[in-house]
């Protein structure tokens, strides 16, 4: 019922921007209470990244913090995460997570690469 996909991923330089997005399905939005994105890098731990609190405002890890921007299009459902300024050390698979009437749900990631 409930699905998350994201998109956006991909293999840019250092110092180069991308948009992720994070379309939901089988949700109210508006019932959303938080929406996160977090990062995983090879043999690495799942890391967050960024957080959407309904009601609240947006918070950032100190790694991304003035880089990243979090938004939502509540026309179609969609989280997203815009990447400027992007490091080498931001290359993982990025995973948008929702919290929902009680429940958490979790996309299957996009693969972001950042190298010359």
């Known amino acids: 019922q409930v699905q998350l996909v994201e998109s956006g991923g991909g293999l840019v330089q250092p110092g180069g921007s991308l948009r992720l997005s994070c379309a939901a399905s089988g949700v109210i939005f508006s019932r959303v209470s938080q929406m996160d994105w977090y990062r995983q890098a090879p043999g690495g731990e799942r890391a967050f990244v960024g957080r959407?609190?309904?009601?609240?405002?947006?918070y950032y890890a100190p790694s991304v913090k003035g880089r990243f921007t979090i938004s939502t299009d509540n026309s179609n459902n969609t989280l997203y995460l815009q990447m400027n300024s992007l490091k080498p050390e931001d290359t993982a698979t990025y995973l948008c997570?929702?919290?929902?009437?009680?429940?958490?749900?979790w996309g299957q990631g996009t693969q972001v690469t950042v190298s010359s």
């Open positions: 959407l609190a309904r009601n609240i405002g947006t």
């Open positions: 997570k929702m919290d929902h009437l009680g429940n958490t749900y």
